[in-house]
């Protein structure tokens, strides 16, 4: 016990006030706790975080990613405008509308189709009609993000499917709902439960939306779903209670109906936190920074590994010049965002 009451544990305070916990790793479990890998929630208004777990864990947004599409889209293309379907966007794996290569939708419809269906043949069709092609799309992705003050975040296509160098935080994810919500268009069909789309040549396509709160909560302004393999159940929403708006982003969900309760419980969370019935807080667990740092070190060789008898096996371990380097390059991204934190001493262990 008194080793681990030498830990060092550093915050970063809002409001200028820098506070020390120490959170042991035997009470965790009996504490609110979150199974996905990280997950945030926000005040509407003020951007402030209420609370969260491992806010600036980069992991991949999966069809999250259309909110930030979407937006560049309406920032220079009209509704009206008609697009023609290219045969390579007809070739973008599911979850898709089933364009066809030749078939003309106006922007209106393909925006439809990627928000509330999330179908990736209708963002990829949207950004060649922007950029002439997905590459030079994506650079005015990143170039809003990074206007949008998403530190922590970088994008590669248009659509959120899997690709290497490709991710964001839930605190970032957050931010990018929040400011999402400003456009029109986007805060009205993201609440929107089902919707009849039809092509410029008379084709319909039936849409349902992928967010299950939309049936089960009045509150829900309206959200964005993803998942992938690599990025697992992915969700972020904004919900409205007597004048107050939260906004819950939740990355890496093991399971869909996880994602909804885990969802569920944290936005009940902010308005409880918002109404002074609990206290805010931050929680980073050691172990999903952890997890990541390992997957890494497979695909390049480091020189500052040592070799550390466990007891009963043998385990790969980091000297103690590699782990502070990697500590100060987390507290580095943490600090960034402006937000309290708590650190956790736990070592626990293609659709839209």
Known sequence: MK?????????????????????????????????????????????????????????????????????IVLDRLDLNDTVTVSDKATKISPVKANLREGERVTVDTLL???????????????????????????????????????????????????????????????KMLRYALRYKFIREVINTRTDRIRTVDGRDIFLKNSNRLLWEDESIIGGKTGYTRAAKHCFVCASENEGEEVIVAVLGSPS????????????????????????????????????????????????????????????????????????????ASRKRSGINMVRSGANNGNKG
């Open 3 to 71: 080793r681990f009451m030498k830990m060092p544990v550093r915050f970063v305070c809002l409001a200028g006030i820098i506070v020390f916990f120490i959170v042991i790793a035997g009470n965790i479990s009996s504490a609110f706790e979150i199974n996905s890998k990280a997950a945030v929630v926000i005040e509407g208004s003020t951007g402030r975080v209420l609370y969260g777990k491992n806010p600036n864990l980069k992991l991949p947004p999966a069809s999250t990613t259309k909110l930030m599409t979407a937006m």
């Open 112 to 174: 439809r189709a990627a928000l509330i269906k999330s179908a990736n043949d209708a963002a990829y069709v949207l950004s060649e009609a922007v950029a002439g092609s997905e590459e030079r799309f994506v650079e005015l992705m990143n170039k809003k993000a990074i206007a949008i003050g998403m530190n922590d975040t970088r994008f590669v296509n248009s659509t959120g499917l899997p690709e290497d160098g490709q991710y964001i935080t839930a605190y970032d994810l957050a």
């Open 256 to 331: 869909r109906e996880l994602l909804w309760k885990e969802s569920e419980l944290l936005i009940s969370k902010g308005f409880n936190i918002l109404k002074g019935e609990e206290e805010p807080g931050i929680i980073f667990d050691r172990a999903d920074y952890d997890s990541l740092v390992k997957k890494a070190s497979y695909k390049k060789k480091d020189s500052k590994v040592s070799y550390k008898d466990s007891g009963s096996k043998t385990k790969k371990i980091k000297t103690k010049k590699a782990k502070r380097s990697k500590h100060k390059s987390h507290y």
